[in-house]
């Protein structure tokens, strides 16, 4: 991998039919760095996270992942090569148990490098695979739910099985969209804490967009503020929190004082 971002987009066009709602969007994510794209409902972010991963084209422009041009690849392979994605509304297996779930993301990993031979019908998964989706599990304090079918499961813990899929990949970025959507505001705060330690035991980077500014500022490093399609401020989290102009058309006096 070479020495420069992880993840780097470089003058983004990206339109629907004739809307042209990315205007030539460039940012950079550094190995190991948090990144929060915020703006207003319809500002771009949900596109622009969308070009990043590959799940709708460019019109113009490039993504680089790692060193390599990845404009023309599509998700799945984005993913194969590193890029673990979470949506606002979770994609578990809602028929299968919480350790069910978690050794299928297992397998697909294994698969994905090659080391799982034969037909996905296996009809056992081995011990070791079984121990590693243990340990997940555990991690995301998710242990006691293991044998519970995933449609049982409340919201919250939805959103945690499926931060355990993407990390049964062993991505090398996460790409959080809106990882709080829907959560009571406790629910929040742990799962803030959770993505904070992911990043201190897997030094991964993280791409997120979010409208709870406690967790942004709990959680990013660096904060890209979009608005009709074009970026209007970026820098650190203290740098943006304290912009005036970030102030006038984003956060509002009240969603400040409650962050601040
Ligand atoms: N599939 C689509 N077809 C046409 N227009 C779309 C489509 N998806 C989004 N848009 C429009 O593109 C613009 C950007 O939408 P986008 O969802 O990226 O914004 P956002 O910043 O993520 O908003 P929110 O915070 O409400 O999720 C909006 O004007 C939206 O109406």
Same mark, same amino acid.
């Given at each position: 991998?070479?020495?420069?971002?992880?993840?780097?987009?470089?003058?983004?066009?990206?339109?629907?039919?004739?809307?042209?709602?990315?205007?030539?969007?460039?940012?950079?994510?550094?190995?190991?760095?948090?990144?929060?794209?915020?703006?207003?409902?319809?500002?771009?972010?949900?596109?622009?996270?969308?070009?990043?991963?590959?799940?709708?084209?460019?019109?113009?422009?490039?993504?680089?992942?790692?060193?390599?041009?990845?404009?023309?690849?599509?998700?799945?392979?984005?993913?194969?090569?590193?890029?673990?994605?979470?949506?606002?509304?979770?994609?578990?297996?809602?028929?299968?148990?919480?350790?069910?779930?978690?050794?299928?993301?297992?397998?697909?990993?294994?698969?994905?490098?090659?080391?799982?031979?034969?037909?996905?019908?296996? #009809?056992?998964?081995?011990?070791?695979? /079984? *121990? &590693?989706?243990? %340990?997940?599990?555990?991690?995301? =304090?998710?242990?006691?739910?293991?044998?519970?079918?995933?449609?049982?499961?409340?919201?919250?813990?939805?959103?945690?099985?499926?931060?355990?899929?993407?990390?049964?990949?062993?991505?090398?970025?996460?790409?959080?969209?809106?990882?709080?959507?829907?959560? #009571?505001?406790?629910?929040?705060?742990? /799962? *803030? &804490?959770?993505? %904070?330690?992911?990043?201190?035991? =897997?030094?991964?980077?993280?791409?997120?967009?979010?409208?709870?500014?406690?967790?942004?500022?709990?959680?990013?490093?660096?904060?890209?503020?979009?608005?009709?399609?074009?970026?209007?401020?970026?820098?650190?989290?203290?740098?943006?929190?304290?912009?005036?102009?970030?102030?006038?058309?984003?956060?509002?006096?009240?969603?400040?004082?409650?962050?601040?």
């Amino acid at each position: 991998m070479s020495n420069g971002p992880l993840l780097q987009a470089k003058d983004l066009r990206v339109s629907y039919g004739n809307f042209e709602v990315i205007k030539g969007v460039s940012l950079a994510v550094q190995p190991g760095e948090a990144l929060a794209i915020i703006g207003p409902n319809g500002a771009g972010k949900t596109t622009m996270f969308k070009a990043l991963t590959g799940e709708i084209d460019c019109r113009a422009g490039q993504v680089m992942f790692c060193g390599a041009d990845v404009t023309a690849k599509p998700a799945h392979l984005r993913t194969a090569a590193g890029m673990g994605r979470t949506f606002q509304v979770s994609r578990v297996f809602l028929d299968l148990t919480a350790i069910d779930n978690v050794i299928v993301a297992l397998e697909s990993r294994d698969r994905n490098r090659g080391q799982r031979k034969g037909p996905w019908w296996r #009809a056992a998964p081995a011990a070791a695979l /079984i *121990s &590693e989706a243990d %340990r997940l599990l555990a991690h995301l =304090h998710l242990g006691h739910l293991r044998d519970e079918v995933a449609a049982t499961i409340s919201h919250g813990d939805k959103k945690r099985l499926e931060l355990a899929l993407t990390l049964a990949l062993e991505p090398k970025i996460l790409m959080l969209d809106e990882p709080t959507a829907g959560m #009571a505001p406790a629910d929040r705060m742990q /799962i *803030s &804490e959770m993505i %904070r330690s992911i990043r201190r035991d =897997h030094g991964v980077s993280v791409v997120m967009t979010e409208h709870d500014m406690d967790v942004i500022f709990s959680i990013a490093d660096s904060v890209v503020v979009m608005n009709y399609g074009e970026i209007i401020a970026a820098g650190t989290v203290d740098e943006v929190r304290n912009s005036q102009i970030v102030r006038d058309v984003y956060l509002g006096k009240d969603m400040y004082h409650a962050a601040g």
